[in-house]
């Protein structure tokens, strides 16, 4: 999408600076990856709190890591960091424009990992009631066994155990699309009548309206995601998409509260 002919000026600083950190982390994500067999995302992606891997300081470090070797991910985050944000640090000036960044990041973490408990749950019960009482029928919902193979409890405990570690430590979270979303919401409002010119189809459409079909349709495909396995958006955080919005609109309604807005 484009803004036509607008005012929307030259790259601000804290724009600027995340523009370029999300760029350096991109290309060494891929050139440790593939030099040095480094997975980034394993040490700086987020992480469910009961994972062995997870640390406190993923809830900032996801937001600079990207899906690799694609680029759309970081293309499509980078550019709509671009197109909004710059307007909105004009505006709010650099330091409340990155609180504003770090607050929606951060928030939309928050949110994706309750959603994730919320799904994980069940699944740690099942195994728990597998080391309780390892059956074959128990057994068998996480491993392929024959069906007359046994195995002794030792064996089972042990495997369930660190196919729990695994399970756990694969949930791994990254992207700055919470923040994004966050800036998308405070554009459209602080600027609900701005006209955007879609890309696909070309037509012209207010921010305001933008912004609402577009939270409309993440909270559709993300509730769907918990009543349809074959959906192909089950990677998409739509939650913390969502959570990007809604910590934006509740800092918003508060410095308007505050008058510092």
Known sequence: MNFGASPFGSLTPVVKNLLIINGIFFLASIMLAQNLGIRFEKILGLHVPMADNFQPYQLVTYMFLHAYPQFYHVFFNMFALFMFGRMLEMVWGPKR??????????????????????????????????????????????FVLQPNQEISREVAIDSLMRFRTDFLNSHITIGASGAVFGILLAFGMLFPDTRLMLLFPPIPIKAKYFVIFYGVLELFLGISRFTSVNMGHLNVAHFAHLGGMLWGFILIKYWQKKGIY
């Open 97 to 142: 424009f990155l609180i504003f960044y770090f607050v929606t990041g951060i928030g939309a973490a928050l949110i994706h990992l309750t959603v994730q408990y919320i799904e994980i749950v069940p699944v740690l019960k099942e195994i728990t009631n597998a080391m309780n009482n390892p059956t074959h029928e128990n057994l068998s919902q996480f």
